[in-house]
């Protein structure tokens, strides 16, 4: 089975771009989360969506950063304008909801951004 | 809200010897506690899981058993390898229909095994 697949890889933008990065999900799983990673904060959330709906958008990170879930099988992440503290890895994970809690969340292997 | 700490930012030991990484959260649901590890350059992958209050849970060597009283899971390993190398997250897992596996996360300890 395919994994979560990120793209790009890496992303360089100046800064007041915008940038797109894009998520596909494990197949069938109907929970995804967008979580930013930096050495000083560590994993934060950015977005989750259940069967494609918006549950949750992190209060710190609404003006800038849009996420979407267009189908179940395509997440987009825009952020606009980019500033140079949004440099950082964005990983995207995705789960299976209706089994119970389990904590699985496969992750990508993320977009590593850096906004001159 | 809920939250995770993990009070050790970097932890350097050499093989052979044990190794065990703080964690300890607030919630006010019923808590489901988790570890991911994180090798360089790849995603991060569950390591193991609890939310049965005192039982050991053990995976590939590490374990951990959650203590609701003080609010803490530990991670444990009795002689580390050099493949350990990585960073650990402790996550938290408010235990809530609507949250399902909506995780919070720690901000990470980085494990450094030398030879």
């Known amino acids: 089975d395919a994994g979560v697949t990120q793209t790009p890889r890496h992303e360089v933008a100046e800064k007041g771009q915008t940038i797109i990065l894009k998520c596909e999900p494990v197949?069938?799983?109907?929970?995804l989360f967008w979580y930013r990673q930096t050495k000083i904060q560590g994993l934060e959330l950015l977005s989750y969506?259940?069967?494609?709906?918006?549950?949750?958008d992190g209060g710190a990170f609404k003006d800038r950063f849009k996420a979407e879930m267009l189908n179940s099988s395509f997440s987009t992440l825009k952020i606009q304008p980019t500033e140079p503290k949004d440099s950082a890895v964005y990983l995207c994970?995705?789960?299976?909801?209706?089994?119970?809690?389990?904590?699985?969340?496969?992750f990508g292997e993320g977009s590593k951004l850096t906004v001159l | 809200g809920d939250s995770v700490t993990q009070t050790e930012g970097l932890v350097t030991l050499t093989k052979g010897l044990p190794v065990m990484l703080n964690c300890t959260y607030q919630?006010?649901?019923?808590?489901?506690l988790f570890w991911y590890v994180q090798h360089l350059n790849e995603a991060p992958k569950l390591l193991l899981k609890?939310?049965?209050?005192?039982k050991r849970t053990e995976h590939q060597g590490f374990y951990a058993t959650l203590h609701k009283s003080s609010s803490s899971f530990h991670l444990q390993k009795s002689s580390v390898q050099l493949s350990d190398s990585a960073l650990y997250f402790c996550?938290?897992?408010?235990?809530?229909?609507?949250?399902?596996?909506?995780?919070?996360f720690g901000i990470g300890t980085r494990v450094l095994v030398r030879p």
């Open positions: 994970a995705s789960s299976l909801e209706g089994t119970g809690i389990t904590g699985q969340l496969y």
């Open positions: 197949s069938g799983h109907n929970d």
């Open positions: 969506f259940r069967s494609k709906s918006l549950m949750e």
């Open positions: 919630t006010t649901y019923s808590p489901f």
């Open positions: 609890s939310s049965t209050d005192n």
């Open positions: 996550a938290l897992s408010a235990g809530t229909n609507s949250a399902g596996n909506k995780l919070t």
